[in-house]
């Protein structure tokens, strides 16, 4: 009788857990519908200021300096007065503002092959954390085309306990030595607003040398 008891529990911890993961999702899906019908900034806005070195968003701007990485190889804006160097590893940068729930993640590696496509990286990671039992939702994918390094990218919301997580991960191959680089630029979806057109106007500044 103990052990039956435990399993309904069990199951209905699972229903529970489940049906909070739907409400929250559901919520990041109808603010995305907001945001379409009207954005804080466009992307096209964001991106030409923050060429300029400062994106005016309306409860305060953000300064962004161009930052280079991996010996000069990767260049990018980044929000200065908002990410921190976490790492002194060689071959890995992580940039967070634990406060604000925002990172950026890179590691330089070698592709095993010059020509992997971006439909194999996706299923790979895609496949990793779905093994790991988390729930991933894709919402976009693209291109930023560059004739040394084309850069790909998908984004997807991940709920966690602490709420819904916006991931942006991407990768460029060199194609001249084979180098690698992926990311994952990601904040929480309360923040999404003003966020994902950031880290989609920095990806299009990305250089890999």
């Given at each position: 009788m103990e052990n039956r008891n435990k399993i309904v529990e069990e199951i209905l911890k699972a229903r529970s857990t489940a049906e909070k993961v739907e409400e929250e999702l559901q919520k990041a899906r109808e603010k995305d519908e907001e945001l379409a019908k009207k954005p804080v900034l466009t992307l096209e806005e964001v991106t030409e200021q923050m060429g300029k070195g400062m994106v005016h968003y309306p409860d305060g701007n953000i300064r962004f300096a161009a930052v280079s990485f991996f010996g000069k190889r990767v260049a990018m804006p980044?929000?200065?007065?908002?990410?921190?160097?976490?790492?002194t590893e060689k071959?890995?940068?992580?940039?967070?503002?634990?406060?604000?729930?925002?990172s950026l993640q890179m590691q330089l590696t070698k592709s095993q092959k010059k020509n992997v496509t971006f439909e194999e990286v996706k299923r790979g990671m895609i496949g990793q954390l779905r093994a790991a039992g988390m729930y991933v939702e894709l919402i976009d994918e693209g291109t930023v085309e560059d004739s040394v390094a084309p850069l790909y990218f998908v984004t997807y919301r991940l709920p966690i306990p602490q709420g819904v997580m916006f991931h942006l991960v991407f990768y460029a191959i060199n194609r001249i030595d084979g180098s690698m680089i992926i990311g994952d630029y990601n904040c929480f979806y309360t923040d999404v607003e003003k966020w994902e057109?950031?880290?989609?106007a920095t990806i299009s500044y990305f250089t890999f040398r």
């Open positions: 980044i929000p200065v007065d908002y990410l921190n160097r976490h790492t071959e890995v940068v992580v940039l967070m503002n634990e406060v604000l729930g925002i057109n950031i880290m989609k």
